[in-house]
């Protein structure tokens, strides 16, 4: 199977009094690339959850969003703090007497002076909220990968087509070449006769001419490696997998022929096929980017 880059996931998980909603999209990166957006509460678990997005994600830059809902009544206790009290009382009756004030210290005056009475969150289970918060993770990532999959073979039914039509390019240059070369042995036998009226004698020097324009404008080579990186791609993408930088590279082949090709057309129809090929390269390249 081939995977695209890009991709959503959203997965809610409610066990409980707890509820995580897991949401995480990506877009093309070179490298595999997470950024995590989650309360802070949650932030004890960031290396697991990063390992867990490696077992599902090779490549792309993914922003993953968690929710955390906990209905739980008994997570968090009032403390009172007995030495912050005595502090308040203590100071007030020094202020009452330094300063010759009445004395009118209630209990309500201390429990509203801060941090007498504060609010603790109670210690939780790790183990517990991990269970949780896995489940909705790997249900987002489950999802998250189908869809990836789904883009994946579309791009691999456009990068086929695309490869055919190049094939049928590189069919006409070869096609082209020896039609080339009689046009020009005519061309150049017809000069001939114009400039001289025995043209035997010429004929040694015309197939010479020939044989070092065809040296010049040959593309077996060329034309060669192209069947082999175009047929080399589809049989890639047929075999699936994380292939994207491997495409990448057989891109990077085929324009290099498509190039040198360009750069020996002495032929405007040659020329044009291999503009053509060129500028089908550049969209499966293009295609290629968004391929894990």
């Not at 949780?132 to 990836?148: D, H, I, K, P």
Request: charged residues 30%; contains cysteine.
């Amino acid at each position: 199977m081939i995977k695209s880059m890009t991709g959503f996931g959203r997965y809610e998980n409610h066990q409980g009094d707890r509820k995580f909603t897991v949401e995480m999209k990506s877009v093309n990166h070179r490298y595999f690339d997470s950024n995590i957006k989650m309360p802070k509460k949650l932030s004890i678990f960031e290396s697991a959850i990063r390992n867990l997005l490696k077992e599902y994600i090779q490549r792309g830059k993914v922003d993953i969003f968690i929710t955390y809902e906990d209905f739980t009544e008994t997570n968090v206790s009032l403390k009172y703090n007995e030495n912050i009290a005595a502090e308040y009382v203590k100071y007030y009756q020094q202020l009452s007497e330094k300063f010759d004030l009445p004395n009118d210290i209630r209990a309500s005056v201390i429990g509203r002076s801060p941090e007498v009475f504060t609010m603790e969150e109670q210690p939780v289970d790790e183990q517990e909220i991990w269970a949780v918060l896995e489940t909705a993770l790997r249900g987002a990532c489950e999802q998250f990968v189908e869809s990836r999959i789904r883009e994946g073979e579309n791009l691999k039914l456009d990068l086929i087509e695309k490869l055919d039509g190049m094939l049928t390019d590189v069919a006409a240059i070869e096609k082209r070449s020896p039609e080339i070369l009689q046009a020009y042995r005519t061309k150049l036998t017809e000069k001939v006769k114009e400039l001289l009226s025995d043209t035997q004698l010429e004929e040694s020097r015309i197939a010479t001419e020939v044989i070092l324009y065809a040296d010049k404008i040959c593309t077996d080579e060329e034309t060669v490696r192209l069947h082999s990186h175009i047929e080399s791609m589809k049989q890639t993408l047929q075999t699936g997998g994380s292939i994207g930088r491997k495409l990448d590279f057989i891109a990077q082949e085929m324009n290099r022929e498509a190039n040198t090709i360009l750069s020996k057309a002495n032929d405007l129809k040659t020329s044009n096929l291999a503009i053509n090929l060129k500028t089908e390269i550049e969209k499966v390249r293009e295609q290629i980017q968004n391929i894990e």
